[in-house]
């Protein structure tokens, strides 16, 4: 497709059960971001790729979060052990290439809800 | 501690008269800024930006204006339309770190 898409859009699991979400960028692009957005708040930082590796992990909560990227292309960020407080929408972005020269114009996808019960 | 802050969590403004939506930033290494717009049940959409080395960026109806000594910018919207209906987040970066600092967001409200 042409722009980022995530799956799944929506999901409810259970606290301490294990979640993946899945990111498509956009083709082409180099630069992955995952963000997380809870409610009434902006998005806020969890990691950034640079092509297969994560370049900065810093906004990662705990060690139950964890994100790859193997090919380049596709990531996955899995969370482990789930707590309600993960409870968010998760968006995901690409750029066409990051570095220091990135102007910062991430194109988003619609995010993946994820509640936790 | 909240770097990017958008003290206004709506505003409602009259269709055909300018919207001003605000922002505030605290890190001073700061040097590039960005509005988004967003939309019910979609992800954020890139809107306009501006680099620390202006003070004003102008594209269409929108235009940013930058205040390096008040660590404050502005997006104004002239004329507001009711596709304008959405919530506008401020976000800054600075060199060589690759992630966007985002405020809360202001949701944005035209009535005809």
């Known amino acids: 497709g042409a722009g980022v898409s995530q799956t799944p859009s929506n999901k409810v699991t259970e606290k301490g059960k294990y979640v993946e979400l899945r990111c498509d960028p956009i083709?082409?692009?180099?630069?992955l971001y995952w963000y997380r957005q809870s409610l009434g708040q902006g998005p806020e930082f969890l990691i950034y790729?640079?092509?297969?590796?994560?370049?900065?992990d810093s906004g990662l909560p705990n060690d139950r979060f964890f994100a790859v990227r193997p090919e380049g292309s596709v990531s996955t960020l899995k969370i482990q052990r789930t707590e309600r407080g993960d409870s968010a929408v998760y968006l995901c972005?690409?750029?066409?290439?990051?570095?220091?020269?990135?102007?910062?114009?991430?194109?988003f996808g619609e995010g993946s809800r994820l509640t936790v019960l | 501690d909240q770097q990017v802050k958008q003290n206004s969590p709506s505003l409602s403004v009259q269709e055909g008269r300018i919207s001003i939506l605000n922002c505030d930033y605290t890190n001073s290494m700061f040097d590039y800024f960005l509005w988004y717009k967003k939309y019910p049940a979609e992800g954020p959409t890139f809107l306009i930006s501006i680099s620390s080395i202006k003070d004003k960026n102008e594209d269409g109806r929108f235009t940013v204006f930058l205040n390096k000594s008040a660590k404050h910018l502005s997006l104004h919207i002239v004329p507001s339309q009711p596709g304008d209906s959405a919530v506008y987040f401020c976000?800054?970066?600075?060199?060589?770190?690759?992630?966007?600092?985002f405020g809360q967001g202001t949701r944005l409200t035209i009535n005809p």
């Open positions: 790729f640079q092509g297969t590796g994560a370049a900065d």
């Open positions: 972005a690409s750029s066409l290439t990051g570095g220091t020269g990135n102007t910062g114009e991430l194109f």
């Open positions: 083709s082409g692009h180099t630069a």
């Open positions: 976000a800054a970066s600075f060199q060589g770190a690759q992630k966007l600092v």
